[in-house]
Structures are given as structure tokens and as C-alpha cells.
């Protein structure tokens, strides 16, 4: 492979259609305000480089970026790319990844509305992000040791589990199918509403009016806090350690909690039961 050292590179596709570089020390930046500077290019790797310039990195296959800097004038870095490995890098343009697939991020910092839109098999693993319709529309996501920020994440996804994350978003998994969260916290209003075979085994879920609309909801050990008006409209199984404000109009299954505040029940379809632990026998 080409390797290029402490180059800087400002005009227009400055290194379209590469194939075999490794690029170390270089930056994408000055006053030629160049665009797509490795559009479609091949068996890319990026060591310590500087990105100040918009969409570098599209329609790209096998990109590996270790120890670098997307700046807020890297917009769009990444589209329509495969098979990408991001290790221990600042991603701060605005829609940094979207329609790609087969990513690999580890030791990454996010802040990047709009990020990860329509990819697939994504492994995120101890990262931080912020953002603003976060992963909306992709469809298998592996977290792991996730911390995030923002309103609207992981809207309209697909099969997909997270593991020992922490979550504090507003209108978090909306329409969300087949999804696991386990061992995490996930804090925000309005969670999951409409969701489809979404699983939450040994959480802390806070926020107002979480889980209405769902089919197929589960809720496996977990603890709920400040949460009311829970899970209007939704069949759902449920194993509630804490104290719930009030649950309304449950539309079927089960929910076992040891204690409820209140419970609102004027919808005669709503055939939920609640159970209180430790009254079960009288």
C-alpha cells in the first residue's frame, strides 16, 4: 500500500478513486474549499489526520480511520460506504454517517445530528454521542457501553439489541422492532410508543408516559422511576421492581409491580391485568 505522510490536501477529490493508501498525518482543509476529497476509493487507512472539508469519504469500501478529527465543516462524512472500521475519533459534522454498512466505531466522540441514518450492521462500543434523530431508520445495531444525548433516537429501527448503555433521550425507539435493551438506563419522555417486539431486561427507565402503543412490549426486572401514565394501549408482559405512578388502560397482558399509585382504567377494550406483588394471594 501508498503511504502518504503530513500532506495537506484542499482541492476538489483530491484523492478520488484511490485504492491502497494509508494516509498518516495528513489534513483535508484550506482555502480551495474542496469537496469528496476519497470518494470512491478502495482499502483506505486514515492515522492521525484532520478532516475540515464536506463529504470525504463517499461510496467508499473497506475505510479504516484510527485517531483522527471530523470537524462541525465535515459535513456528511460518510455515505454510501462498506465495510468501515472508526477507532478512537472525534465525529463532529452534522449527518456523519448515513446509508452505509458493515461499521465498526470503538472509542469514538460523537456530536452529529442526523448521525447513522438507514445503515446496517453497526457495532458501537464504548462511545459518547449527541445527536438529533439518532440512527433513525437501520437496522442491526449491536451497542455496547454507549452514552448518549439527545431527542428522537433510534426511530423506525429494526433487530437490533443494546447492552450496558445509558440513554437520555426524548421520544427514544418510536416504531421500533425487534430491539433488545439490557442492563441499561433510559431516561426521557414519551419512550417507545408504537413499538413492535421490544424487550427490556434489567433497566432503570424514567420519564413521563413511557411505553404506549406497543405490541409485544416486555419488560424483564426492571425499575421504572417517575413514570406515569404508563403503558396506555399496549399489550404487554411486565416485571416491574419499583413503584409506578399510574398505569392506564392496558390494553392486554400482565404487569406485575409492587405498587402502583394509581391505576386508570375508563376504556371497557382495555382487558390488561395489573398484578401487586405480594397480594396475589389476599
Known sequence: MKIIENMNFEEERALY????IILKNCSFDGQ?????????SRNIEVYDCYFNLRYPLWHDTGVKIFGSEMTELCRASLWYSHGIEIENTKMYGIKALRECSDI???????ISPEFGWFVKNVRMYDCTAKSE??????????????????????????NSVFENC?????????????????????KGEYLAWYSENLTFENCIITGTQPLCYCKNLKLINCEMHDTDLCFEKSDV???????????KNVHSGKIYVPEVSEIIS????ATGEIIIRGSENG
Request: charged fraction near 25%.
Open 104 to 110: 465498526s466505531l470503538k472509542n469514538c466522540d460523537i
Open 266 to 269: 375508563d376504556d371497557p377494550s
Open 237 to 247: 408482559y411486565a416485571e416491574i421492581i419499583t413503584p409506578v405512578i399510574s398505569i
Open 32 to 40: 480551495a474549499d474542496g469537496e469528496s476529497a476519497l470518494k470512491e
Open 166 to 186: 445509558n440513554f437520555d433521550t426524548k421520544d427514544a425507539f418510536w416504531h421500533a422492532q425487534n430491539v433488545t435493551v439490557r442492563n441499561s438506563i433510559v
Open 17 to 20: 478513486d484511490s485504492d491502497g
Open 133 to 158: 434523530y439518532f440512527m433513525m431508520r437501520s437496522e442491526k445495531l449491536d451497542f455496547q457501553k454507549v452514552n448518549f444525548c439527545g431527542k428522537y433516537s433510534f426511530q423506525y429501527i429494526k
